[in-house]
């Protein structure tokens, strides 16, 4: 089993109903229907949430989101109603609390894929598709995708694997109109976003996004978007494929995980250990480095 090594309890606000704890955020609810949306410093890893937190990645993840939910208006609406929290919330929820539109939410997990890594790479190494989409031969850890693929995956509980499905898979379930309006839609924010990052000097390997219908059929982008934790950044000037890339996502965290170092066996199926600080700060200071070459402003430390 995997999960939380040791699940938060819940804060209690006044006026809001606690529906849910994440790998990340917890989510509420308002009397008016509304959610509100609240990110922690919790960081996962190989389907556990971790016994130690990344101080101050809540707020980083947030102000991302909430830059790309901007950028990307003119192709898809977002859920977000608000960045302000709910009154009577904890001080300390300033800058990492949304409150959004309560959506129908489409259960799956609507994947693009740029270039070739995690267990995409995995897939192809295997039998040279992707999700079911052929891919040609010859292609290395890193390689770009022109053009780049949709890759879609069914939810999991949290300690749960998602697991990567074919176009015709999430056609059976939604119908062949909907799925393929997901995939044109998933295709074409990436393409945006890939294409952004690509003129601040990062490479956009691979994201994941979840939508969710408007009461008018409408989809709407929800939860987070192009954050380090939902995307694969990659230093551009650094870019080779063939190799592992350096990132400025959570790979730090998985490549300590699975070192000598912390003394974890993964395949034992026990909690992983708490990271030492260098591990800590080093993660903040990638997770900082994204937003910052992205947005163009320093993420402070306050």
Request: include cysteine; hydrophobic fraction near 40%.
């Amino acid at each position: 089993m995997s999960g939380f090594v040791v699940k938060p309890e819940p804060v209690q606000v006044p006026g809001l109903t606690h529906l849910h704890t994440g790998k990340v955020r917890d989510l509420y609810t308002t009397p008016s229907g509304d959610l509100v949306m609240v990110a922690s410093d919790r960081v996962s890893a190989f389907d556990w949430v971790l016994p130690t937190e990344i101080p101050g990645k809540g707020r980083l993840l947030t102000r991302l989101s909430l830059w790309w939910f901007e950028r990307l208006a003119d192709l898809v609406p977002h859920h977000v109603l608000s960045d302000t929290p709910p009154p009577g919330a904890p001080a300390d929820w300033a800058g990492r609390t949304l409150v959004c539109r309560n959506l129908d939410m489409v259960p799956v997990e609507c994947v693009a894929r740029g270039y070739l890594a995690g267990s995409g790479l995995a897939e192809y190494r295997a039998g040279g598709t992707v999700c079911g989409v052929p891919l040609p031969e010859g292609l290395l850890d890193g390689s770009r995708l022109d053009p780049p693929i949709f890759t879609p995956a069914t939810k999991a509980a949290v300690g749960e694997h998602d697991e990567n499905v074919s176009f015709e898979h999430v056609a059976a379930l939604l119908g062949a109109g909907p799925a393929a309006e997901l995939r044109d839609l998933t295709l074409a924010v990436y393409a945006r976003g890939r294409a952004l990052a690509e003129e601040r000097g990062i490479v956009l390997a691979d994201t994941k996004f979840e939508f969710g219908r408007a009461p008018d059929g409408t989809l709407v982008l929800a939860d987070e978007v192009f954050t380090p934790d939902s995307s694969r950044f990659w230093p551009a000037d650094s870019w080779e494929p063939g190799r592992p890339q350096p990132s400025f996502d959570k790979q730090f965290i998985r490549d300590w995980l699975t070192s000598p170092e912390s003394g974890w066996d993964r395949a034992a199926d026990t909690p992983p250990p708490p990271l030492p600080p260098e591990v800590v700060e080093a993660t903040r200071a990638k997770y900082e480095e994204a937003v910052t070459r992205l947005t163009g402003r320093p993420f402070g430390r306050s």
